[in-house]
Each structure stands twice: as C-alpha cells, then as structure tokens.
C-alpha cells in the first residue's frame, strides 16, 4: 500500500507539500498537478488512523442496542451507520440485552477503547449514576421515560398518545376484554399502565415478560386458558407479537384482534395486526446522529437537550375494502406514467373481485391532450374517465367534457377530506364545483449521484476551483457550477459524462423547467392585469442561466419524464429534476445503477412547479356510477401504499404521516415541503378556445427557448418573441 512519503517521492514534493494539496491549502497549480498525478499513479487513500492520531479523534463512535432480533433496532442501527458514515465515523456496537448492568459495562467498555461518542438505545431504567464521573465523551440517551441528572443529550420515545388512541379504537369495535402483554420497564416507565387501567380496569389481563417470540406465545396462551372471554391483546414489540400471532393460530382465535407497538410495515402488517402503536426508526436516528455531531463538535460548549418523539396509531384497509359487484366494463385514457401503469397492475383485484373489465389506454402528454379535447368535441362516450393535468381543468371543463361531481362530493365528504391539504382545490375544483378526485402527486425534486458530492477528492478539487464546498446546490447558479464540475467536456477530472439530466425540446417539460428559473429570479408569464410580461431583466437572467445549464447536459432532446430519469438511472449523470411521481423507478436496484446511491434536496431557487393529475369522468360516459365507485376504490386509503411500491404515487395525507416505505422513497418527507413551495402555471383569462390555452407551455415558450439552444435568437431575442406570440394568440 502507497504511503504519503511514496506519493511526494514520486511528485519530488515534501511531505508537508503533499499534505496541503490534499487538504486544499495551496492554490500553486504546478504542485497539486504533480501530486494528483502521483496520488492517481500510486492509488494513494490517506490513512485514516494516521489522521486520527493527529486529530486526537478516533473516528468510532459507540452504538449500544438491546438487541438485534427486534426490527426496529437493526433500523435504527442501519441508519445510524449510514448517517455517521457521511460524516466520516465507524460505529462500534454492543448489545445491552436489556439488561442495566450489562448496559453499565458496555458504557464504560465503549470509554476505554477512546470513541468520540457514545449513543445508547435503552429499554431498561437507566439510572445517571450509570455513567462515570468526569467523562467528556459526549452521549445521546434514547429511551422511554427522562433520566433526570443525565450527563448527555436525551430523546424520549412516547407511545403514550398512540397507546391512548388503540385504547379507544379497541373500545369503538365493541372490545371488552383486552389483555396487554409487555416488558415490564416499558411498561411503567412510559406510564403506559395508568392508560390501560382507564380503559380496561381488570389488570389480571396484564402480563409482564421480556421481549422474545416465545413469551409472547407463552403468555397468549395463559391469557386465553384463564379468561376465555379475552377479544383483545396488546403486544409490547415485534417479537412479543410475533409469539401471540403463532398462539393466535394454534389456539384458533381468529377474532381476537391484535395491536403492537412495532415500526410500522405495510408488508408486514397488512392483514396481520389490526392496529399498531408505531414510530420512525429514521427520524429516531437522524435526531440521535444530529444531537451526538452537535456534540462532538461543540465540545464543552455544547448544551444538552431534551426532545421528544410520538408514536401514532395505525391501521390498514385491505385492498378489496369498498369494491361492489358490477357488469360494466370501464375504459380509461391515461397519461403513460408509473403511477398509471401501477393503477393498471392493481386494477386486477378490482376486476376479480367486483367481476368488471377495466381497460387502460396509454397516451403521451400531448396525444392526450389533443384526444380529450377531441373526443369533448364530438362529443363521444368511448371513454368513462381520464387523467387531467392542472392545467387543462378550466379548458376541459369549459368544453362540457368533464362530470361534475358535486353531488358524488357531498355523498363522500370523508373520502376526500383525506388527501392533502389544498390539493383537491388545486386538482379538482372549478369555480367551487368538483370536477376531479386527486391521483398523482407532482412535487419537483433534485436528486443527484450521493457518492460524488461524498469524494473527499472531488471536495478538494471542487473547493480550489469554485472557491466554494461542493454540496448540493441551493441556487440555480450553485446548480451550474456543480453541472459544470461534473461534465467531462468541461472538466477531465469528472467521473461521470454529465453535469446534469434536463429535458430539452418542444414540449411542456422544457416549459417548466424554465419556470423554476423564471420565478426563482423574480420574473413572472403574466403581469398583475393578465398580460405577458417576459421582456424584462428577472426574465432575461433566468433565462441566460437556464441555457448555460445546458452545456452540461447531453444534448439530446428529451421530451418526458421517463427519457430523463432514464439518462440519470444508467449513472451518466451527477444530477437530475424531476418530479417525485416519476422518481421511484430510480432506485429500484434491478433497473438502476445509481439505486442505493441516491442523494435528494429540494430543488434550488426554492420555486418548483406544481405537478399532479386528477382522475376525471367523462360527462357523456355509459357507466356513471360504477365508474364513480372505481375512483372511489382506485384513489382511496387502501390503494395509497400498493401504489407507491408499484412505482406511482399517492395524494393521500395518511400515506405522509406513516414511517414505513423510506427504503422505496427515501424522499418521501421532501415531498410535502416541495408542494408547499410550489407554484401553479398560470393561465391567461381568454373568452373563447380555452382548450389552446396550454399552447403556450406546450409550444410558444419551448420553441422559442429551443432556437436560442439552436443558436437561431439570442435570449434577449427570444423573450421578446414570445412576448409577441403569447399576446397576438391572446388577442387572436
């Protein structure tokens, strides 16, 4: 293995030379080419022990789990490594078995062998005097009840709210006799049993045990043999209720309904616990890896704190749930994407089980476009519903095509009072009338190759010639020094072809990828009084740095979604924007070389476009009420997450509150943030053809973006021109 001294030997540098243009601390271009050349030659890694000695630091922190047959531990774990990975730290992990004095020792096991921090996942009654006296290694304290006098930061797990909620679900169903079996420590130290004893007083029905599957076996069984009458049960944790699921069937107890406080999995769970008690083992580790770096970075000036995490009650709907029997066969034109073609996987269930055909035509944005509006003209009853952009409601709406489905609103209030926030205003209404039921989210996002912007190299390189860190960028002009970094045509030293995969052409893709810029800018399509107004400075900067962005792409036109992320998953790509709907078919490790690499931000400029399509029905369709049944079952709770794992997306506000799937969508808490940025294209106020007024993203706008890339205009050139198109088609 190559050494420091092998490296300046070769480079006929000092040592001390060596070590400044590795740490980015000369600027002199004859050396850092003469020590690149030789690191490159030698394949020379810095030592990090070395470092460490130098630095005083370790670079291990400590990790202390009860045990790793629980999934939400070996959660936790996965993603505490991961996280201090990043920030340049192994993990050294021990297992409490929950039990304190075990606990104790692997403490002050983890200070003898020099960590640099100490994390501790307790299920126990940890005590302060736990710990020795005048340490300085920082520690974070994650457990159920607070540990006053705690030398450390502290986070407090509490199912106290969430075991509140089951209580009364159990009450709602008619539950009378609910046993409750769990560790004792959880127990009482999260006060769990004065919340049991409100509702269900018998504490004969409690059983105290640790934390294994035969336990919980055991204990079902003695609960069911002593209290027949018993309809209920609570398990403390996974494995508890993976023993009671087993009793559950020896015993033929198929009634007994079942409640676990468990990371939720809809994998798992669905169909197999009725209700689970749940929090996110993700967001326990993002909180224990930023109080522990706080610490260790601070030192002595770091102030220890105290937060708290709540658990939620969950349940699923089996995916059947709401589907009736019915003759009709149904027709659907949809927009080729993943979330139509999930719907069109799923739709099996619905034929087999309501006996109905259900038929998917897939269309381009464009061929669609034009069909809908076609087919309103002549006024035609081939299709029962379709896709809907955002920007065809008023237009499509206009022409008498769309249902409008006031009535099926007021009959369903439930139904669609559970999606987000704002997005059935935004998706479906029409002057306060509903015209369509939410389907596919559209929040912009960048995601970018995580192992680029992680090379300690790369960082060195990028820093002595942006004069800047490399990180993912905040502004659009961040994103094209970070583009331009990363393509070989303009910079050798890149590893990957291109800076950038962005959509280029005619279409409505460049459209709105101009918009990011234009709004983030301060430029505006149209002024306070409805009229165009491009030809201005704002317009001119978004639009000169939108086209430089360009020189570190492909340069192939692409004109969808699909094409772009298609680029970006073959890794020839630091960086891709692109919407979440679009998103999941790039870390799917059979199909992507960047799955399991993959970095996320929001995108810069913090102005994104709002995406989304509605399902709508034909006004003229043969089927009404069983087409209004099948939006009922394809847009509702239960088909949110089989959705989601077959490639599409969901508007359903119950999916963003859950803490599973983060391994599928890694991005998923990005996604309400982005729409809460985001901005709807706006449309001119014209009488008559409403059903062109897309032209101008569609058309107007690209086209003329495409001759400056074409070099046939400047862009002083080319925002004039559309300011004359948009106003004489406004006109005509």
């Not at 009860?66 to 990043?86: C, H, I, T």
């Not at 061929?367 to 920007?391: I, V, W």
Request: glycine share 8%.
């Amino acid at each position: 293995m190559a050494t420091i001294k092998d490296v300046a030997r070769l480079a006929q540098v000092s040592i001390g030379t060596v070590s400044n243009v590795l740490n980015g601390k000369t600027k002199n271009e004859d050396l850092i080419r003469r020590v690149e050349n030789a690191v490159e030659q030698l394949s020379y890694r810095p030592d990090a022990n070395a470092r460490n000695l130098k630095n005083t630091n370790s670079g291990l922190v400590g990790v202390m789990v009860p045990d790793l047959s629980q999934p939400q531990y070996a959660a936790f774990l996965q993603q505490m490594e991961s996280l201090l990975r990043e920030h340049g730290y192994s993990i050294l992990v021990k297992l409490s078995r929950n039990n304190r004095m075990v606990e104790k020792k692997g403490i002050a096991g983890f200070m003898e062998q020099g960590v640099d921090g100490i994390v501790i996942y307790s299920a126990t009654h940890v005590k302060s005097t736990d710990i020795p006296r005048n340490h300085q290694i920082p520690m974070v304290l994650i457990t159920g009840k607070n540990v006053p006098g705690f030398p450390g930061d502290q986070i407090i797990l509490d199912y106290t709210n969430a075991f509140g909620m089951t209580m009364e679900q159990m009450k709602k169903r008619g539950l009378s006799h609910v046993g409750l079996i769990m560790e004792y420590n959880i127990l009482e130290d999260g006060g769990l049993s004065s919340v049991y004893r409100s509702y269900f007083p018998d504490m004969e029905l409690v059983k105290s045990v640790d934390s294994s599957r035969e336990s919980g076996f055991q204990a079902l069984f003695q609960l069911a043999y002593s209290h027949p009458e018993l309809d209920g049960v609570i398990a403390g944790s996974s494995s508890l209720a993976q023993g009671i699921k087993k009793a559950q069937a020896a015993l033929g107890l198929q009634d007994l309904c079942i409640a676990a406080v468990k990371e939720s999995s809809w994998i798992e769970d669905e169909g197999n616990y009725d209700i689970q008690m749940t929090l996110s083992q993700t967001q326990v580790a993002e909180l224990a890896a930023e109080c522990l770096l706080g610490g260790i970075e601070e030192g002595q000036d770091h102030e220890f704190t105290i937060d708290r995490i709540e658990a939620t009650m969950d349940w699923f709907q089996p995916m059947n749930a709401g589907i009736r029997r019915s003759a009709a066969s149904l027709r659907f034109a949809m927009l080729d994407s993943p979330s139509a073609r999930s719907l069109q996987m799923l739709s099996s269930i619905y034929m087999k089980e309501s006996g109905a055909k259900v038929e998917f035509d897939l269309f381009t944005y464009q061929e669609l476009e034009d069909l809908l509006y076609a087919q309103a003209a002549e006024k035609c009853s081939c299709y029962d519903g379709f896709m809907m952009d955002l920007p065809w409601l008023d237009g499509l709406i206009e022409s008498g095509y769309v249902k409008n489905l006031d009535e099926f609103y007021g009959e369903n209030r439930e139904f669609f009072d559970g999606f987000l926030e704002g997005v059935l205003k935004d998706f479906g209404m029409y002057v306060e009338s509903v015209y369509g039921v939410p389907f596919m989210s559209g929040a912009q996002l960048l995601f970018y190759q995580r192992d680029l912007f992680e090379d300690k190299k790369l960082k060195i390189l990028y820093q002595r010639m942006y004069k800047s860190r490399l990180q993912p960028p905040k502004t659009w002009e961040e994103f094209n020094h970070v583009a331009e970094f990363f393509t070989q045509s303009l910079n050798d030293k890149s590893p990957v072809p291109y800076g950038a995969s962005l959509a280029r052409g005619v279409n409505v893709y460049t459209s709105i990828y101009f918009l990011s810029h234009l709004w983030s800018f301060g430029g505006r399509i149209f002024d306070g009084t409805g009229r165009p107004d491009l030809d201005t400075e704002p317009a001119l900067n978004a639009l000169k740095n939108m086209v430089e962005s360009y020189r570190c792409t492909s340069g192939l036109e692409i004109s969808s979604w699909n094409e772009i992320s298609e680029e970006f998953k073959k890794g020839r790509s630091a960086m891709i924007i692109l919407y979440d709907s679009d998103a999941g078919d790039i870390n799917n490790y059979t199909s992507s070389k960047v799955a399991g690499n993959l970095g996320f931000d929001l995108i810069p400029g913090g102005t994104p476009v709002m995406g989304g399509w509605s399902l709508a029905l034909n006004t003229y369709g043969r089927n009404q009420k069983e087409a209004e049944q099948f939006l009922l079952w394809a847009c509702g709770l239960q088909n949110s997450i089989p959705l989601a794992l077959l490639g599409g997306s969901t508007l359903r506000a119950e999916y963003y509150n859950r803490s599973d799937l983060e391994n599928i969508e890694p991005w998923k808490p990005l996604i309400l943030p982005s729409f809460r940025q985001s901005r709807k294209r706006i449309m001119p106020e014209i009488l008559d053809d409403s059903m062109y007024k897309n032209t101008i993203y569609t058309r107007i706008i690209p086209e003329e973006i495409q001759n400056v890339l074409e070099g046939r205009a400047t862009e002083e050139e080319a925002l004039k021109a559309m300011q004359r198109r948009i106003t004489e088609f406004m006109n005509r």
